[in-house]
């Protein structure tokens, strides 16, 4: 891990042996827990699934194997399970209400690859979006039943088949990132829910790359990013990822222990 830039809270290190199976910590202190998710690893327990997540293995990671301890993490924010990336966890209740309360000034940026090319290289995606009894979300015009939905996306590189796309996103709707690409006839490459089967996928295309937050505590503006997996380039060939500016990032090394 590189270290904080100047006037971030110090964190510590966390040793490659402590590190939980598929979600590699970045940054801890005492209040937040920042970490790089692998695609395929739930954030949260779901009905099918109630054990192999985040969630879990966090709590397991802060009670360091003593089963009667009440230590545990508090969820602020979730990524789809196939999707890899940046995830915020709160280590006292006072840090989550305080990183939920200040949510609207977070920024989240994504890296996508996506099917096409666009006649637009830049742009804003607004809908309403709506969540079905089936768990599909929809975009729809009405304000009442849906959430309204910003993305905004810029066009890194492109090849013939496909797009990569950094996503700026303006509000944290579920899957929107996934619906708003399907909806201008781009879906996310590997997204077998609102994409094209046509074609097998090792991944879905989508990783949390950046995210900028106010702590709980100190109040500092903190940024980190995640270094964009492989996959990504196997798709779209090799580009300059230049660091995002003010962060911690995970280096190569890290990255290939955990991510696909």
């Known amino acids: 891990m590189r270290s904080n830039p100047a006037g971030q809270p110090k964190g510590r290190k966390v040793p490659a042996r402590y590190q939980p199976a598929g979600f590699r910590i970045i940054y801890e202190d005492d209040h937040v827990i920042v970490g790089n998710k692998a695609s395929g690893l739930l954030t949260v327990a779901a009905a099918w699934n109630k054990e192999n997540t985040v969630h879990a293995a966090l709590n397991e990671y802060v009670r360091k194997g003593n089963a009667r301890s009440r230590h545990c993490v508090y969820v602020v924010h979730r990524i789809d399970q196939d999707t890899s990336g940046l995830l915020i966890f709160a280590k006292n209740e006072r840090a989550q209400e305080s990183l939920k309360e200040n949510w609207k000034s977070t920024d989240k940026v994504y890296y996508t690859v996506v099917h096409g090319t666009l006649a637009k ?8 979006l709506f969540e079905d009894d089936k768990y599909v979300v929809h975009s729809i015009d009405d304000p009442v039943r849906g959430k309204f939905s910003q993305t905004a996306y810029t066009v ?3 090849t013939p088949r496909f797009s990569l796309l950094k996503i700026d996103l303006l ?9 708003h690409c399907a909806d201008i006839g781009h879906p996310v490459v590997g997204d077998e829910k609102y994409g094209r ?16 937050f106010t702590h709980p505590v100190t109040h500092a503006r903190m940024t ?34 955990y991510v696909q």
Do not use: C, M
């Open 197 to 212: 089967n046509t074609v097998k996928y090792a991944r879905l295309a989508l990783h949390s790359r950046s995210i900028t």
């Open 121 to 128: 290289k830049s742009g804003l995606i607004e809908s309403y």
């Open 171 to 179: 509000t944290g709707r579920k899957n929107q990132i996934r619906v």
């Open 224 to 257: 980190f990013a995640a270094d964009v997996p492989e996959y990504f380039h196997t798709l779209v060939g090799h580009w300059e990822d230049r660091p995002v500016k003010g962060s911690s990032e995970t280096n190569k090394e890290e990255q290939d222990l």
């Open 156 to 158: 890194l590189k492109e």
